[in-house]
């Protein structure tokens, strides 16, 4: 659940809703099918025996317990993580039992990088990186799909509002301050 209209400002619109891309569930994928069959070879070796019951429940219910952690637990923070692209921010929610967030305006970006290793290269993902000009460290976007049409839609957005001009009175696309 990312950004919902009712936190949107007066005049602002969503450009882009994103969710981490599904690669970020090979891994809970991969415990799924292991315990599935660690429970197949299980069944197939103790059909026969005389705890055959017990230990399948036994072995069900642990399964149970780290399906839970290993598949459950990844899913839901998958289902939780988004990024929203608005007309005048850039907005990352993510968090199962907390919530947290962190928006940067667009007027405050300073630089936008992205990286793909070769398996994001595969599939279409990667990580982009959006600095603004604070001590904080840029918000770091992990498997964001299509993540080269994202950033050159947000270099369109960025310099949409620039109106070339360097008068010193401001940088492009912030608003403008009080003079006292």
Not at 10 to 29: D, F, N, S, Y
Not at 41 to 55: E, G, K, N
Not at 76 to 104: A, K, M, N, P, Q
Request: overall charge neutral; proline content about 4%; glycine content about 8%.
């Amino acid at each position: 659940m990312g950004l919902k209209d009712e936190h949107l400002t007066a005049g602002e619109q969503v450009v882009m809703r994103l969710r981490t891309h599904p690669k970020a569930l090979v891994g809970a994928a991969l415990w799924a099918l292991v315990l599935v069959l660690v429970l197949t070879v299980l069944w197939w070796f103790l059909r026969d025996s005389d705890a055959y019951v017990l230990t399948m429940w036994i072995a069900g219910a642990v399964a149970l317990v780290l399906a839970a952690w290993l598949v459950g637990v990844p899913v839901l923070r998958w289902s939780t993580e988004s990024f929203t692209v608005t007309t005048r921010r850039v907005s990352h929610r993510y968090g199962v039992l907390t919530r947290r967030g962190r928006d940067i305006p667009l007027h405050r970006i300073n630089d936008i990088s992205l990286e793909k290793d070769l398996l994001d290269r595969l599939l279409g993902c990667g990580t982009l990186v959006v600095s603004d000009a604070t001590e904080k460290a840029g918000m770091v976007l992990h498997d964001v799909p299509r993540v080269e049409q994202v950033h050159v839609r947000l270099q369109e957005l960025l310099y949409s509002y620039d109106d070339g001009s360097d008068d010193g009175e401001w940088p492009p696309n912030e608003p403008p301050r009080r003079r006292g």
